[in-house]
């Protein structure tokens, strides 16, 4: 079974600092996409980044970008410039092809890191 | 604007008691999912839906049981069954098997036992 690992529980920044969340994940998969989702205060899960395994190219989105070693099965954010807006739990997420009699396809997350930005 | 609607914010459950968290979207989306979140945990699958009338059990379906009559709709029922309810559950969707694009997740329901 896959499984996501996010080794920092707690993260910590200055503002219009660059900050880097670690993420390792474990699969026998070579197809498969990963995610980062950010969740604030108010709960609700928000779609950072995405990644398809397939693409050799790290994905970019403004001020968020990946660092996506394939071999190492490792998917970091960072996090550049960073605003008092980004501090939230950050969750890395893991979803397999579906197949038949396997996979289903759903999002296996991470245990999340919480980052604070300090003023 | 189209969006998930997760309702109540907040539902307090007695001993015994079933209680039944809503999930309304209006994104068009096939596919349907429940969540669990504990504090320092990550979100864990309760149960999911990829089309009407259909659904499957996900990593922690003991104690909760859902329904889906209606695409819009995906209702996750707490039965007395669940001894640890009290929790934050959130809801989500996606195009069904289109897996580039994300689950959409509502702003989800804490549940805690009185």
């Known amino acids: 079974a896959q499984t996501v690992t996010q080794s920092q529980p707690e993260m910590s920044v200055q503002e219009a600092e660059t900050v880097t969340l670690s993420c390792t994940y474990d699969?026998?998969?070579?197809?498969?996409?990963l995610f980062w989702y950010k969740q604030p205060p108010s709960r609700q899960m928000i779609l950072v980044i995405r990644?398809?395994?397939?693409?050799?190219q790290n994905a970019t989105e403004n001020r968020f970008s990946v660092n996506f070693q394939k071999a190492a099965k490792s998917f970091s954010l960072k996090i550049s410039d960073s605003q008092l807006g980004d501090a939230a739990m950050y969750f890395c997420?893991?979803?397999?092809?579906?197949?038949?009699?396997?996979?289903?396809?759903?999002?296996?997350f991470g245990k999340g890191t919480k980052l604070s930005v300090k003023p | 604007d189209g969006g998930i609607t997760q309702s109540p914010k907040y539902l307090f459950r007695k001993e015994g008691q079933n209680v039944t968290l809503s999930c309304e979207q209006n994104?068009?989306?096939?596919?349907m999912y429940w969540y669990r979140q504990d504090p320092g945990q990550g979100l864990r699958l309760i149960y999911y839906?990829?089309?009407?009338?259909?659904?499957q059990k996900g990593d922690i379906a003991e104690g909760y049981s859902v329904s889906r009559e209606k695409k819009e709709s995906f209702p996750l029922t707490v039965t007395s069954a669940q001894k640890n309810p009290t929790a934050f559950y959130l809801c989500?969707?996606?195009?069904?098997?289109?897996?580039?694009?994300?689950?959409?997740f509502g702003d989800g329901t804490r549940l805690s036992i009185l």
């Open positions: 990644q398809e395994a397939y693409k050799q």
């Open positions: 699969t026998s998969e070579s197809d498969y996409y």
């Open positions: 997420a893991y979803r397999s092809i579906p197949s038949y009699g396997g996979s289903q396809g759903n999002l296996i």
């Open positions: 839906s990829q089309i009407v009338n259909d659904f």
């Open positions: 989500a969707s996606s195009i069904g098997q289109v897996l580039t694009q994300p689950q959409h």
């Open positions: 994104l068009n989306h096939d596919a």
